[in-house]
């Protein structure tokens, strides 16, 4: 059977609740996303979600909040999905990086203070990465950033479900940004959110998400016209979420908990079966981490080796990720090079994504692991 790294679970529950909105009056702009808004709003403890269409135009929403245009920047890591600084580039600004702490494989504050203290102008935001779902140090970044006007926005799209000292991910940065990709926590297929405590972050995005209109009278900038009477203040995207996708996402946050909890059972399996591979780095562990990936670590030499025979064995690794700054549009805009950020690239180098998803069985994760000793074995 093959293993995908990742996949979504539908349940008849997840169906129904589609069925019903199918044969409603509302597919899209209608009450379930305000339900859904609120939903992970709360579970988050925080007042405000703003739904969008997917992750990265959630990112790109946070970037414009945030005030982020031309001759502004932001600061964050290398290693994650391209969204993370496109979503900078989309809104007119410019990205710098900051190479990853070893140990939690985030942005390193130390990173942070450095870039910092030798700027002239700072950046309008601190952007960390809960990388596989490791809650990323906000503490850290927070005390790095001290009194100075830059925000602390959080791409948490790995680490919905996940909490730092029992305080659910979504509640201490300025902006929480979340994906509903099907390989992640829960899905609406496509889909993505920004999480704030913030009434005035929280009316920027949803301005930016519905083409820059609004149709509250009371943030009117000219007289209304009638009750048909909407206007467009700035600038926006159609970044919308349906009916259809927020109806999907409240059925799965039914299981969101559960669905973390057997996350957290998988990967505790695999580090305790890769024990006594010496040839294996296992992933930083933490008692608040989601654990979207399980990123494997193995010399550089033998990961495309290791890589093929796994697929060779229907196991559906992955590579999670080549760092931001080595893209050939990156390194074309800003001159980066290999070496600039070595500790992201040496763990790039060596990064395998095994399967992990809530439907794995135990079987299937002692067949990974297995297949990976089989693997290593024909390397040496």
Same mark, same amino acid.
């Given at each position: 059977m093959f293993l995908p790294y990742g996949r979504q679970w539908i349940t008849p529950e997840d169906r129904q609740?589609?069925?019903?909105?199918? +044969? @409603?009056?509302? /597919? #899209?702009? &209608?009450?379930k996303v305000a339900e859904f808004e609120a939903l992970v709003a709360a579970y988050a403890g925080v007042p405000h979600g703003v739904a969008f269409s997917?992750?990265?135009a959630a990112l790109h929403g946070a970037m414009h909040a945030a005030g982020v245009g031309a001759g502004e920047w932001i600061l964050t890591s290398p290693l994650t999905f391209a969204s993370t600084a496109n979503g900078a580039l989309f809104a007119g600004g410019d990205v710098v990086f900051g190479d990853i702490h070893p140990e939690t494989l985030c942005l390193d504050p130390e990173e942070v203070q450095a870039v910092l203290e030798k700027v002239e102008k700072l950046p309008r935001a601190v952007v960390p990465v809960s990388y596989a779902g490791y809650p990323a140090p906000l503490e850290a970044y927070r005390?790095?950033? %001290? +009194?100075? $006007?830059? /925000? *602390?926005?959080?791409?948490?799209?790995?680490? /919905? &479900? %996940?909490? !730092?000292g029992g305080r659910k991910i979504g509640f201490e940065a300025d902006m929480t940004v979340l994906s509903f990709h099907p390989v992640k926590h829960i899905t609406t297929g496509e889909g993505g959110m920004v999480l704030t405590r913030s009434?005035? *972050?929280?009316?920027?995005? !949803? *301005? =930016?998400? #519905?083409? @820059?209109?609004?149709?509250?009278?009371? $943030? =009117?900038?000219?007289? +209304?016209? @009638?009750p048909w009477y909407y206007e467009m203040q700035e600038l926006g995207w159609n970044y919308r979420l349906t009916d259809m996708q927020c109806a999907l996402g409240i059925s799965q946050m039914q299981r969101l908990d559960s669905f973390v909890q057997r996350r957290r059972e998988i990967a505790e399996l695999y580090q305790g079966l890769f024990l006594d591979m010496e040839e294996v780095f296992c992933p930083p562990s933490s008692e608040g981490h989601a654990w979207h990936l399980y990123t494997l670590w193995v010399t550089p030499e033998k990961r495309l080796g290791l890589f093929e025979y796994? !697929?060779?064995?229907?196991? @559906?690794?992955?590579?999670?990720?080549?760092?931001?700054? *080595?893209h050939p549009y990156y390194r074309k805009r800003y001159g980066h090079?290999? &070496?600039?950020?070595?500790?992201?690239?040496? =763990?790039y180098g060596g990064e395998i994504s095994l399967p992990m998803f809530p439907r794995m069985t135990d079987e299937d994760v002692r067949r990974v692991v297995e297949e990976v000793r089989h693997g290593l074995r024909g390397l040496i």
């Open positions: 609740e589609i069925d019903a909105v199918l +044969s @409603g009056d509302w /597919l #899209t702009q &209608g009450p997917n992750g990265t005390k790095v950033i %001290g +009194s100075r $006007d830059i /925000l *602390l926005i959080e791409d948490a799209c790995h680490a /919905l &479900g %996940g909490d !730092r009434e005035e *972050l929280a009316k920027s995005l !949803r *301005l =930016f998400r #519905t083409h @820059g209109i609004t149709k509250e009278e009371a $943030d =009117f900038l000219y007289p +209304s016209h @009638g796994l !697929r060779s064995k229907e196991i @559906g690794v992955q590579v999670h990720y080549l760092p931001v700054h *080595l090079e290999e &070496g600039d950020f070595p500790r992201a690239e040496r =763990f």
